[in-house]
C-alpha cells in the first residue's frame, strides 16, 4: 500500500506540473489546454497526465481524466463562444467527486497523509473558467484564464489540508472556502520544430488567512513528429502554506503523443 500511495502521488505531481492536451504537433501552440482553443469535430485526445478530450463539434469538447475516475470521478466541458479573426474566447466548467481521493490518503503510517481519525465529508469540486487567446502571425500565442473553484459539501473540516506545492491550492476549496485563480501565458514558435511557452500563474485563496500562490515556469517543446512531443523547462513556485511560505523549484518534464482523429477544418 506505501508504494502503491507513493506512486500515486508521482502521477499527481505529472498531472498538475504538465497541463497538455495534444494538438498539431507542429502549430505554435502546444499547450492547449492553456488557450482558449477547443477541439475539432470527432477530434480525440489524449496524454500521459492530462484529461482525455473529445469535439462534440468545433466549439465544444468533453474532458475527463479517466483513469483518475477510479478514485476522483470526474467531468468537464470547454464551450469555445466567440472565434473572430484570431481572437478566441471559451468558458470552461468542470465537477469531480472529491471524497474518494481524500480516503485514498487517508491511514496510518508512511504513504498516508491524512490521519484515519478525520472525519471526511461528502465533497464535489465545481471549477468555471473564462479563456481569452489572441493569435499573432502564427507564431505567437497570447493568452489568458481567469478560474473560480467551489466546493460543495456537508461540512468544512481543515485537518486533511494537504500543504505540498502543485496540489494545495488547487485542492483547496476542499478545506477552505473558494480558490480564484489568474493565468496568464505566451507560447511561440521559434522553429517548425521547436516551441516555447512562458506562464505566469496567481491563486487566491479566500481563507481566514487569505492566502497567495504563484507559479510560473518556462517550457522547451520538441516535436520530433507529428506524434511526438518532448516538453522541458522548469517551475518555480512560491506557496503560501498555513504554517509559513516557501519557495520551490520543481522539473516540468512531459512526453506528449497525438493519436488524435484526424479533421479536414482547423482553427
Known amino acids: 500500500m506505501k508504494k502503491t500511495k507513493i506512486f500515486i502521488l508521482f502521477i499527481i505531481f505529472f498531472v498538475f506540473t504538465n497541463k497538455i492536451i495534444f494538438a498539431d504537433s507542429l502549430n505554435v501552440y502546444s499547450f492547449i489546454q492553456k488557450t482558449a482553443f477547443t477541439n475539432q469535430a470527432k477530434q480525440f485526445n489524449k496524454s500521459l497526465w492530462e484529461p482525455y478530450s473529445y469535439g462534440i463539434n468545433k466549439r465544444i469538447e468533453l474532458q475527463s481524466f479517466l483513469l483518475g475516475n477510479f478514485i476522483m470521478p470526474n467531468i468537464g466541458v470547454k464551450i469555445n463562444l466567440i472565434k473572430k479573426n484570431n481572437f478566441y474566447l471559451s468558458s470552461q466548467h468542470s465537477i469531480n467527486y472529491f471524497t474518494p481521493w481524500l480516503k485514498f490518503w487517508q491511514g496510518n503510517g508512511t504513504g498516508a497523509i491524512i490521519s484515519p481519525e478525520t472525519d471526511i465529508p461528502k465533497l464535489f469540486l465545481i471549477e468555471n473558467g473564462i479563456f481569452v487567446s489572441y493569435l499573432i502571425n502564427n507564431k505567437l500565442l497570447i493568452s489568458s484564464n481567469l478560474n473560480m473553484t467551489l466546493a460543495l ?95 520551490n523549484i520543481l522539473p516540468n518534464f512531459n512526453i506528449i503523443f497525438n493519436v488524435s482523429i484526424k479533421s479536414k477544418k482547423t482553427w
Open 153 to 247: 459539501r456537508t461540512k468544512i473540516n481543515r485537518l486533511y489540508s494537504i500543504d505540498m506545492p502543485i496540489i494545495y491550492n488547487r485542492f483547496a476549496p476542499a478545506f477552505e472556502n473558494a480558490v480564484f485563480s489568474l493565468k496568464s501565458n505566451l507560447q511561440g514558435k521559434i522553429t517548425k520544430r521547436f516551441n516555447y511557452m512562458a506562464s505566469f500563474d496567481y491563486y487566491y485563496i479566500n481563507s481566514n488567512q487569505f492566502s497567495n500562490f504563484i507559479e510560473t515556469s518556462i517550457i522547451g517543446v520538441f516535436a520530433k513528429s507529428t506524434r511526438f512531443k518532448f516538453c522541458l523547462g522548469l517551475k518555480i513556485v512560491y506557496v503560501h502554506y498555513p504554517f509559513g511560505n516557501q519557495i
